[in-house]
């Protein structure tokens, strides 16, 4: 699954990928130019998500505890 993930993140550009011939044979994943551009908005995000864990959590705990969830 981790390969096939790999291989998708790779045709869609996010990340290059490069093959060094040893033995054991060795794959290396880097991010791509484009994905790197794409690290501000993703950590505004993160920021938010940490911004309001404890509100997302609490209606959680109430969404299961109304739908017996618990």
Do not use: C, Q
Request: net charge positive.
């Amino acid at each position: 699954m981790l390969t096939v993930t790999l291989r998708t993140l790779e045709a869609d550009g996010y990340v290059t990928r490069t093959i060094y011939p040893e033995i054991p044979p060795r794959v290396e994943y880097s991010l791509t130019e484009m994905t790197r551009s794409l690290l501000p908005h993703i950590n505004v995000l993160i920021k938010w998500a940490l911004e309001n864990s404890t509100a997302i959590m609490d209606d959680r705990k109430k969404f299961n505890k109304e739908n017996k969830r618990e």
